[in-house]
C-alpha cells in the first residue's frame, strides 16, 4: 500500500531544474524517503534516499521537510535522459522490511526541448 | 557496482507452456530477492520476497504454485510461470537487496522481462 501522493504529470525544459514533489504526511519516525525512476521498458534505477537530512548526491538533491511529510527531489539541469516516471517511496528503516517496498503511481516527467 | 542481470529481455510463448526468469546479482550477494510485476501503464506490484535457501513469501493474491520462484544461491533466483495464458501477459522484474551496510539499504532492479502468452 503505497503511502505518498505524487502529481501525475510534469513538465520541464531541458537545462531547467526539475522539482517533483511528494506527499507522505503519514510518515513514521524510522521510516526512509527513497526515489527511484523508471525509464520506458526498464527496471527502476535507484536515486536517493533520506532520513532527514537533505541529501544530495551526483544525480539529485533530497529535500525533506522539517515535520518529515513532504519532501522534493531536484534534478538541477534537466535532460532529455531524465524523462521518466519518477517513484517516492517510504520505507521502515533497517537492513530489512524491503517488503514493504511500495510503488505508488508515480510522477511522469516530461522533458522538453 | 550493485548490477543486477535479468534474462530474457522478452519471451513469447504458448498459452499452457511454462517460462522460466533468471535473476542474477552480479557483484555482489543477494540474501534477499523480490520479485514484481508491471502491467501498462500501471505501477510496480510485488509478487513475491525470495530468500536464499527458503520458500518464498508471496503476496495477498499471487498463485505460489503458478509462480515458482527458486532462490538456491546467494546471486541467482528464478521465477517460472507455469502453464502460462494470456492474462500472465507482463513486464516482470526482480529486484535484490544485497549485504552491507550501505548496499543492503538500497534495492537494485534487473532491466525487466517482457512476456507475451499467445
Known amino acids: 500500500d503505497a503511502k505518498t501522493t505524487q502529481p501525475t504529470s510534469m513538465d520541464c525544459a531541458e537545462g531547467r531544474a526539475a522539482n517533483l514533489p511528494c506527499n507522505h504526511s503519514t510518515i513514521s519516525g524510522n521510516e526512509y524517503v527513497y526515489w527511484y525512476r523508471q525509464i520506458h521498458s526498464q527496471g527502476p534505477q535507484y536515486i536517493i534516499h533520506?532520513?532527514?537530512n537533505n541529501e544530495t548526491n551526483e544525480m539529485a538533491s533530497l529535500i525533506i521537510t522539517e515535520d518529515r511529510k513532504s519532501s522534493t527531489l531536484i534534478l538541477p539541469h534537466a535532460t532529455l535522459r531524465d524523462t521518466a516516471v519518477y517513484y517516492c517511496?517510504?520505507?521502515?528503516?533497517?537492513?530489512?522490511?524491503?517488503?514493504?517496498?511500495?510503488f505508488g503511481s508515480g510522477t511522469k516527467l516530461n522533458v522538453k526541448p | 557496482g550493485a548490477v543486477v542481470s535479468q534474462h530474457p529481455s522478452w519471451v513469447i510463448c504458448k498459452s499452457g507452456t511454462s517460462v522460466k526468469i533468471e535473476c542474477r546479482s552480479l557483484d555482489f550477494q543477494a540474501t534477499t530477492m523480490f520479485w514484481y510485476r508491471q502491467f501498462p501503464k500501471q505501477s510496480l506490484m510485488l509478487m513475491a520476497t525470495?530468500?536464499?535457501?527458503?520458500?518464498?513469501?508471496?503476496e495477498q493474491g499471487v498463485e505460489k504454485d503458478k509462480f515458482l520462484i527458486n532462490h538456491a544461491s546467494l546471486t541467482l533466483s528464478t521465477l517460472t510461470v507455469t502453464s502460462a495464458h494470456p492474462e500472465d501477459s507482463s513486464f516482470y522484474i526482480c529486484?535484490?537487496?544485497?549485504?552491507?551496510?550501505?548496499?543492503?539499504?538500497?534495492?537494485?532492479f534487473g532491466s525487466g522481462t517482457q512476456l507475451s502468452v499467445l
Open positions: 529486484s535484490a537487496r544485497g549485504t552491507g551496510n550501505v548496499v543492503g539499504e538500497k534495492l537494485f
Open positions: 533520506g532520513l532527514k
Open positions: 525470495s530468500n536464499e535457501g527458503s520458500k518464498a513469501t508471496y
Open positions: 517511496i517510504v520505507r521502515p528503516g533497517g537492513l530489512y522490511n524491503f517488503n514493504k517496498f511500495y
